[in-house]
């Protein structure tokens, strides 16, 4: 069974440009995620999804990111406009929707702003 | 609150020697869950063991054993007979059922390195 899908992998832009990455979770997995992981950090959620509804999002910085799971499958995490700070790794993870459901991560975008 | 503590940032041990990472947590949750992941330097979590609150028993799996222990609220990882292979970032990972219900909080994580 194929695992979480993320693309790309890497992207390198300047600062102030847009950037968008994509999450295909573990079919059958209900809960998605999106984590911000910079060196030498543990993950830090950024916004959780159960279906196509964001249940938690307290930490996403609303004014240059947002997101979306229309259909409740795949998901995309977009910045606009992106800085310097931006720069990092963003982890995508999914779950079944059971208490204590181990996330399953995917490869990770690891994002450099020029 | 909820926290994770990890306060080893790196260890440097020599292959076959065995390593204890630790694990100190914090919650209000009377129910919650606990973890370890593996992030070799390809970058990508790998899940190794989930543990609930109620189950203070130890676990061994192959080389990987856990020490659960509520009154210490430790959750700690050995491997024993340490490889190369096992040179990666490990983390330790608390969720509740109550606050924030599955809502996952992550240590800084500690850095093994295996040397041959």
């Known amino acids: 069974e194929a695992g979480v899908v993320q693309s790309p992998r890497y992207k390198i832009i300047e600062k102030k440009q847009p950037v968008a990455f994509w999450c295909n979770p573990i079919?059958?997995?209900?809960?998605l995620y999106w984590y911000l992981q910079n060196l030498g950090q543990g993950p830090e959620l950024l916004i959780r999804?159960?279906?196509?509804?964001?249940?938690?999002d307290s930490q996403l910085p609303k004014d240059r990111f947002s997101a979306e799971r229309l259909k409740g499958v795949d998901s995309t995490l977009k910045i606009q406009p992106a800085e310097l700070g931006d720069s990092a790794v963003y982890l995508c993870?999914?779950?079944?929707?059971?208490?204590?459901?181990?996330?399953?991560f995917g490869p990770g975008t690891r994002l450099t702003v020029l | 609150a909820q926290k994770v503590t990890q306060a080893q940032t790196e260890i440097s041990v020599v292959e076959k020697e065995d390593v204890t990472l630790d694990c100190v947590y914090e919650?209000?949750?009377?129910?919650?869950?606990l973890f370890w992941y593996k992030q070799p330097p390809s970058g990508e979590l790998v899940f190794l063991i989930r543990?609930?609150?109620?189950?203070?028993q130890n676990e061994i799996s192959g080389r990987y054993s856990w020490n659960f222990q509520k009154s210490t609220s430790s959750f700690n990882f050995t491997i024993t007979a340490s490889q190369v292979v096992d040179s990666a970032v490990y983390f330790c990972?608390?969720?509740?059922?109550?606050?924030?219900?599955?809502?996952?909080?992550f240590g800084s994580g500690t850095k093994l390195n295996v040397k041959p």
């Open positions: 993870a999914s779950s079944l929707d059971l208490a204590g459901a181990e996330q399953f």
């Open positions: 079919s059958g997995h209900n809960t």
């Open positions: 919650t209000r949750d009377t129910t919650y869950y």
């Open positions: 990972a608390l969720s509740g059922t109550e606050y924030n219900f599955n809502k996952f909080y």
């Open positions: 999804y159960e279906n196509e509804e964001a249940v938690d």
């Open positions: 543990r609930n609150s109620f189950d203070e």
